[in-house]
C-alpha cells in the first residue's frame, strides 16, 4: 500500500500523471490479449449530442497523447466545431481505468505525414478510398474506390497523405486513474493542472 495515500502500490507517488500512465501502459502491454492503446473517445457535436467510439492511441508527447482520423468523419467534425474531448481506457486484465479531459489541437503536417507513412500500404490506400462515416449504397463502391486508388498509387512506397486525414493532439488538464476494487469500494487518484503544476486528489468511489 502506499503510505502516503493509503492506495494500491499501483499508485505509484508521482508528481507527472504522464510518468504513472506510461507505466499502467507498459502493464498493459503485458496482460491485454488485444490493443492495449484502444481508448474511447468522446466528442460533442453542434447541437450538444455527445458521441463515442473506439480509437487507438498513435503517439505520446510530453504534454499529450496523439490519435489519427479522417477529418471529414464525424469525430472529424466533431472536434472541428467544437475542440474538446474526453478519452478513456479500460483494462479488464488489470481491473484498472485512465480518464483524460482536455482540449485537442491538429498535429503539424511534418508529424502527420511521418506516421502515415509508417501506415501498411491497405491502411494508406483505405484513407483515400473511404467517406468515412458517410453513406453507401453497397459495398461493392468503396472495393471500387480502394481498386481505384490501387491503380493511382501503385507504388506503395510512394503513397503521399489525405489532406483529409491527419491527426489531433489532446493537451490534457485532467486525468484520473482508477482501480476496481470488490463491492465497488473502487480506488481513484485525480490529477488536475493548475497553472503548470500537476495537482492530486484521492476521490471518493
Given at each position: 500500500?502506499?503510505q ?9 507517488d ?17 496482460s ?14 453542434t ?27 464525424k469525430?472529424?467534425?466533431?472536434l472541428k466545431s ?13 481491473q ?17 505525414d ?7 500500404y ?6 483515400w ?19 481505384k ?13 489525405p489532406?483529409?486525414?491527419s491527426?489531433?493532439?489532446l ?13 465497488r469500494?473502487?480506488?481513484?487518484l ?16
Amino acid at each position: 500500500m502506499n503510505q502516503k495515500s493509503g492506495l494500491d502500490p499501483v499508485f505509484k507517488d508521482e508528481k507527472n500523471p504522464f510518468i504513472l500512465f506510461n507505466g499502467w501502459m507498459k502493464d498493459a502491454e503485458k496482460s491485454e490479449i488485444n490493443d492495449p492503446n484502444a481508448f474511447n473517445l468522446a466528442t460533442v457535436d453542434t447541437f450538444g449530442q455527445p458521441d463515442n467510439r473506439i480509437l487507438l492511441l498513435k503517439g505520446q508527447t510530453d504534454k499529450g497523447f496523439i490519435f489519427y482520423t479522417n477529418l471529414q468523419s464525424k469525430k472529424g467534425r466533431d472536434l472541428k466545431s467544437n475542440p474538446k474531448a474526453s478519452m478513456c481506457f479500460h483494462w479488464k486484465s488489470l481491473q484498472r481505468q485512465i480518464r483524460i479531459q482536455g482540449p485537442v489541437e491538429l498535429v503539424d503536417k511534418k508529424t502527420a505525414d511521418t506516421y502515415f507513412s509508417s501506415r501498411p500500404y491497405e491502411s494508406r490506400i483505405g484513407a483515400w478510398a473511404s467517406s468515412q462515416s458517410e453513406v453507401m449504397k453497397h459495398r461493392d463502391e468503396f472495393e471500387d474506390k480502394v481498386k481505384k486508388f490501387k491503380k493511382q498509387y501503385s507504388d506503395p512506397n510512394n503513397v503521399p497523405r489525405p489532406e483529409h486525414w491527419s491527426g489531433w493532439h489532446l493537451t490534457p488538464f485532467k486525468i484520473e486513474f482508477w482501480k476496481e476494487v470488490e463491492n465497488r469500494l473502487h480506488q481513484r487518484l485525480c490529477y488536475s493542472l493548475i497553472g503548470t503544476s500537476w495537482n492530486k486528489e484521492i476521490l471518493y468511489p
